[in-house]
């Protein structure tokens, strides 16, 4: 073989691996359109994401102006010894966990219910999703009067059926940790709820026929047909429900002894 004819080859080849003719500048002006987005991203997430990890490593204090020093891993090591931080840690497991697990298991029985031929079931769907269009400064103020102990619906339930004389729900961790769990699995279940129906509307029903045809009852047809169809919608929202919820504790409360959910 010539050295013509090896220069012939390898002359398409390289032609090939440096792609069709106008791709680099199609690749600069991709980037050119995804650049007005992606700043604000690195600016405004990325870039103080990064410098808070860097002030770990320091001595710096909130509010305080003078220079900080480097002290390495000495922040993570007094964490690790901080009681308070453990029950908080601890606090808002049982917060995730128990707001993740029940919502997602009321939300899977709602959906299944409104994919049924229900009379005016138009109408059910549009209250179902009411908890998630209210804004959380109004579903904060609702859910204070139930819970308030002088007048609060809750209390004046247990009044009335001769239950007791009701208590403050919210300054006690034994009763405001599983308040505020109910008002998140209330708040939270409309977005579970219509993420799962989209995943059930799109399972084919010839499906269920099918199955119904071969002798498969309701509880198989769901384990076999309704659940694989779902899966993966079932498990993008729960982990996304369990990231959020893991978010959004902080201490609240009548003291700073109550390090609650809000």
């Known amino acids: 073989m010539t050295s013509a004819s090896v220069k012939g080859r390898s002359g398409p080849r390289r032609a090939q691996e440096k792609g069709p003719p106008g791709a680099a500048a199609r690749d600069r002006a991709a980037w050119f359109l995804v650049l007005p987005a992606l700043l604000p991203i690195l600016i405004l997430s990325v870039g103080p994401l990064l410098y808070g990890i860097a002030l770990a490593f320091t001595d710096a204090q909130s509010g305080r102006t003078r220079s900080t020093q480097w002290i390495g891993t000495l922040n993570f090591q007094d964490l690790l010894h901080d009681t308070l931080f453990w029950d908080s840690f601890r606090i808002g497991l049982i917060w995730a966990f128990g707001v993740t697990v029940p919502q997602f298991l009321l939300a899977l029985g ?153």
């Open 110 to 262: 709602l959906a299944l219910l409104l994919n049924q031929k229900l009379r005016m079931r138009w109408l059910a769907r549009a209250l179902a999703i009411i908890p998630w269009a209210m804004p959380e400064v109004v579903v904060g103020i609702m859910w204070r009067l139930v819970y308030n102990p002088d007048a609060g619906i809750l209390n004046e339930t247990i009044r009335d059926l001769g239950l007791g004389d009701g208590r403050d729900w919210l300054t006690g961790l034994a009763t405001a940790l599983p308040a505020v769990i109910l008002v998140g699995i209330w708040a939270g279940m409309p977005q579970t709820t219509v993420a799962l129906l989209a995943g059930l509307q799109n399972t084919p029903h010839e499906l269920h026929e099918a199955a119904a045809l071969d002798g498969a009852g309701a509880w198989r047809r769901f384990r076999t047909v309704t659940w694989p169809a779902i899966k993966p919608i079932a498990l993008a929202i729960t982990a996304l429900n369990f990231i959020w919820k893991s978010m959004t504790w902080r201490p609240v409360g009548p003291s700073p002894a109550y390090p609650l959910i809000h």
